[in-house]
C-alpha cells in the first residue's frame, strides 16, 4: 500500500553535487525525512520537510549543503546536495512520517515507512 522509492545516488568527487530524489505512493503524511548510515555507524538524521512546504529541519553537518524540497504533484521529495565531502558518504534513506511532534523529526522510530535506500559515495 506504501512504497517509496530512492533514486539519484553514485559517486561523485569532493566538492560536487548530487540531487536525490525519493518518489511515495499509497498514503498522505505528514512530511518525508531523510536519513543516511555509514558503514558501522548508526542511522542518523539528514533532513526533514512537511508536505505543505512551509516547515524544514536539517542536521547541523549538511546545514548550508544540503537542500531538501518537494515536488507535491508527482508526491516526490528531493536532497539537493552541494560541496560533498567524503564524510556524507553513506546509504541514504527517505523516509515517510505520519503525525507526530515536530521535535521528533530527528527520531528514525518516529517514520512509519522508509524506502530501499541509495549509495553516495563521494571521494577525495
Known amino acids: 500500500q506504501v512504497q517509496l522509492v530512492e533514486s539519484g545516488g553514485g559517486l561523485v568527487q569532493a566538492g560536487g553535487s548530487l540531487r536525490l530524489s525519493c518518489a511515495a505512493s499509497?498514503?498522505?503524511?505528514?512530511?518525508m525525512g531523510w536519513f543516511r548510515q555509514a558503514p558501522g555507524k548508526e542511522r542518523e538524521f539528514v533532513a526533514f520537510?512537511?508536505?505543505?512546504?512551509?516547515?524544514?529541519f536539517y542536521a547541523d553537518p549538511v546545514k548550508g549543503r544540503f537542500t531538501i524540497s518537494t515536488d507535491n504533484a508527482k508526491n516526490t521529495v528531493y536532497l539537493q546536495m552541494s560541496s560533498l565531502k567524503p564524510e556524507d558518504t553513506a546509504v541514504y534513506y527517505c523516509?515517510?512520517?505520519?503525525?507526530?511532534?515536530?521535535?521528533?523529526?530527528?527520531?528514525?522510530?518516529?517514520?512509519?515507512?522508509w524506502g530501499q535506500g541509495t549509495q553516495v559515495t563521494v571521494s577525495s
Open positions: 499509497g498514503r498522505t503524511f505528514i512530511g
Open positions: 523516509a515517510a512520517k505520519y503525525g507526530g511532534p515536530w521535535s521528533t523529526v530527528r527520531v528514525a522510530n518516529s517514520y512509519a515507512y
Open positions: 520537510i512537511a508536505w505543505s512546504g512551509g516547515v524544514t
